[in-house]
């Protein structure tokens, strides 16, 4: 039998020493950064041990699993992110199940948060998922788009677009994400510049195991990572 056990302490706690240096490199404060662990894949035992250990903001990426898990995974002030593509059908489950959903990308799933969520009373935190890498599978609005999404969306009365969440293609090199990442802060400034902060506009979403230290130079305050804190499987 072969046992494999993570520890996701030690993971924990040397992903902290990597963003505290990062941020002392670039003038940044760590408190001011949130970790969302995350889950997909993840067996409930090493979630729970993950929370054990400090953690209260998870990311999962479909709905399916995620309703399996949060049916076990409960703790107190725990915040639930979707961070996959979300298709209308779901958007149901996705309002019952997710503190955040990461990746609104049109206005037509907008509408159908704004108007799930107002069926059961609630108001549903959003980030605005945009399209920056020039790979054709991912998903996210185009930067040309965006300003006109965000127009739509802001004016919902159930749903409340708090940020924006990028995902970096995948290079070889991570440096050369950089420029992807401080094209995401611009349009993400840009919202700022002409909107402020209604609705708490402030969380921009980027960096993941491999490119964290990149995107947080590059202005992000929300990184999500997974292989970094429970190994890869
Ligand atoms: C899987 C995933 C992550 C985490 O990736 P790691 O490389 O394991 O840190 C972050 N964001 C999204 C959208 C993901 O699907």
């Known amino acids: ?74 703790a107190n002030g725990l915040q639930r992110h979707l961070i996959g593509h979300l298709q209308t059908n779901k958007v149901k489950h996705a309002v019952r199940l997710f503190d955040f959903i990461q990746s609104v990308d049109s206005v037509e799933l907008a509408y159908t948060i704004d ?41 919902m009365p159930n749903l409340q677009v708090k940020g924006l969440m990028f995902m970096a293609p995948m290079v070889t090199n991570p440096n050369d994400t950089r420029p992807f990442f401080r094209q995401a802060n611009q349009l ?21 195991s491999d490119d964290f230290e990149i995107a947080i130079e590059e202005g992000s305050n929300m990184i999500r990572i997974g292989r970094a804190i429970f190994g890869s499987s």
């Open 115 to 155: 108007r799930k969520a107002r069926e059961i009373n609630k108001i549903q935190d959003c980030l605005i998922e945009v399209k920056i890498s020039p790979e054709p599978a991912k998903f996210g609005v185009t930067p040309e788009k965006l300003e006109q999404l965000y127009a739509v969306t802001s004016k």
């Open 1 to 74: 039998m072969e046992l494999h056990i993570t520890d996701i302490q030690g993971n924990l706690t040397r992903l902290k020493e990597r963003i505290t240096k990062v941020c002392e490199r670039c003038n940044r404060n760590p408190a001011e950064m949130t970790i969302v662990a995350v889950t997909k894949t993840v067996p409930v035992s090493e979630i729970l041990e993950a929370i054990n250990q400090g953690v209260n903001n998870i990311g999962e990426n479909r709905i399916q699993e995620a309703q399996n898990k949060f049916a076990v995974v409960e």
């Open 188 to 208: 993400f400034s840009a919202i700022i510049a002409k909107h402020g902060h209604p609705q708490g506009f402030k969380i921009l979403s980027m960096g993941m």
